[in-house]
């Protein structure tokens, strides 16, 4: 990732989480692929964080196989470590932002969404979501991730803010069409054979139209334009390193949530998604969304019927007790779950909360696909 990238995301407190992936099917990791192997991953890994000072990079690489974890996401330029983890039949995965970054906003202007009252969207606290539309920004990301795969030694890439705008993780998100820009206005208009009335001059009255008169094609568009990027990535894989796994992180809503904002505000739709996708990971992070612990099985259980594909829920730690934290590994594990993503690490360093995760990795089963 780009230096900034990488802030941004240790400021979402996407920092680090240890994972356990249990029985993957349909993807085979480099290097010594192993089916059905499971998989203990660090996320977000840094190897100068205090509880590594004054190890070098094999010592670092023999603590962490002797407490199980045999995978890593972090930084991608690291060759050494990722040698290292290599040599040891550990593995490297990395995420990848979309379309997020405020500096975006200045190195592309028009890559600001545009709302329905024809105004540039606010950034949320952190969050500065990016119009999918713009060609540029479509292929610097694609640019970026074919880096990846050719120049780094890559096992697998999760998708990250592969969406529209929207600040989800709160209770009560605020929900506001995008983009409609003039950029997505002349696409859309080109891509459904749908004519925007001429008399209409403001981008107000635009938005208006569309969302009335034909509401369900511009979801579907939108729809189509998320997917039209996954589906590139995975042409990527397919043509420089196609063993290489595709996973996503997607916003946890079911059809119903929201009035179908996962498709109408978010442009998520799973279904479509999955011929690209190996595995979905929704983000269940229950304590920021105001949800009881069964709701991260309850969409689990959604994801896995709607795609039949691997789910990998990421599961919240901090500000979750060590009690909690293991009733939320049973919930996981009594779910169509084949692992779970734990988010984030800081929590689960300590020797009492890496007892807990050792003492439930057994129970997490992999859900059969029917």
Request: a positive charge.
């Amino acid at each position: 990732m780009e230096k900034e990238e990488r802030t941004l995301t240790y400021q979402l407190i996407i920092i680090s989480a240890i994972f356990l992936i249990c029985s993957l099917s349909g993807a085979d990791f480099s290097p010594a692929a192993e089916r059905n192997k499971k998989i203990k991953a660090i996320y977000g890994f840094n190897w100068k964080d205090k509880y590594f000072k004054g190890k070098n990079v094999n010592e670092i690489v023999q603590e962490l196989k002797g407490k199980s974890i045999n995978a890593l996401f972090g930084d991608y330029r690291n060759k050494e470590l990722i040698n290292a983890l290599h040599k040891n039949n550990m593995y490297f995965f990395v995420e990848v932002s979309i379309f997020v970054g405020e500096r975006y906003w200045g190195k592309y202007p028009e890559s600001r969404p545009i709302n329905a009252k024809g105004e540039k969207i606010s950034k949320i606290k952190w969050y500065a979501g990016l119009c999918p539309n713009q060609e540029e920004l479509r292929k610097e990301k694609l640019a970026k991730i074919k880096q990846l795969i050719t120049d780094y030694e890559v096992d697998g890439i999760w998708l990250d803010f592969i969406r529209y705008p929207c600040h989800w993780e709160v209770p009560e998100p605020k929900l506001e069409q995008t983009c409609f820009c003039n950029e997505c206005l002349k696409i859309f208009q080109k891509e459904t054979k749908i004519q925007i009335p001429q008399m209409l001059k403001t981008t107000k009255g635009k938005a208006e139209w569309i969302l009335k008169e034909h509401e369900k094609d511009w979801t579907e568009w939108k729809c189509r334009n998320i997917t039209s990027l996954v589906e590139s990535v995975r042409e990527i894989i397919k043509q420089n390193k196609p063993e290489m796994i595709l996973a996503m992180f997607t916003v946890p809503w079911k059809t119903g949530d929201h009035n179908n904002a996962i498709k109408k505000i978010i442009g998520q739709d799973y279904f479509a998604l999955a011929e690209y996708v190996d595995i979905f990971s929704p983000m269940v992070y229950h304590k920021m969304c105001n949800r009881p612990k069964k709701w991260i099985a309850d969409i689990t259980e959604y994801v896995f019927q709607l795609t039949g594909k691997d789910v990998l829920p990421i599961i919240q730690t901090h500000d979750i007790s060590e009690q909690e934290f293991g009733k939320m590994l049973d919930t996981v594990a009594g779910s169509k779950a084949n692992g779970v993503i734990i988010f984030s690490s800081r929590h689960l360093l300590p020797e009492e909360m890496l007892t807990i995760f050792e003492g439930k990795k057994e129970k997490i089963k992999r859900g059969k696909v029917k």
